[in-house]
Nanobody, 126 residues
Framework: QVQLVESGGGLVQAGGSLRLSCAASGSIFIFNAMGWFRQAPGKEREFVSAVRWNGDSIYTYYGNSVQGRFTISRDNAKNTVYLRMNSLKPEDTALYYC?????????????????WGQGTQVTVSS
């Protein structure tokens, strides 16, 4: 079973940037998509971003609240997916989770993913 480990979270001021990493313990190509979700206290876990691949084609997806500020990318050699977060806002404060999808389903839905990391905390101060 491939495990996912997130890192890169921390405390940052509003307007700042962070880059989250999601490292797989094996090849990420056992997945056909990987995504980032976040959960703030008292709220549902929500979709942030995803990258899906099919052969040489790569597709990226973003939630409405992060479109234009966050960028997802993949490093095949390092078996790692990144989430670059710019122009951070206090409402971006949450526990950020990485997930991998081995089957099918809408990449925006939590139920589509079957492997999850433990999360990394992002706190944005105003």
């Amino acid at each position: 079973q491939v495990q996912l480990v997130e890192s890169g979270g921390g405390l940052v001021q509003a307007g700042g940037s962070l880059r989250l990493s999601c490292a797989a313990s094996g090849s990420i190509f056992i997945f056909n998509a990987m995504g980032w979700f976040r959960q703030a206290p008292g709220k549902e876990r929500e979709f942030v971003s995803a990258v899906r691949w099919n052969g040489d084609s790569i597709y990226t997806y973003y939630g409405n609240s992060v479109q234009g500020r966050f960028t997802i990318s993949r490093d095949n050699a390092k078996n790692t997916v990144y989430l670059r977060m710019n122009s951070l806002k206090p409402e971006d404060t949450a526990l950020y989770y990485c997930a991998g999808r081995r089957t099918s389903g809408d990449v925006r839905l939590r139920s589509s993913y079957d492997v999850w990391g433990q999360g990394t905390q992002v706190t944005v101060s105003s």
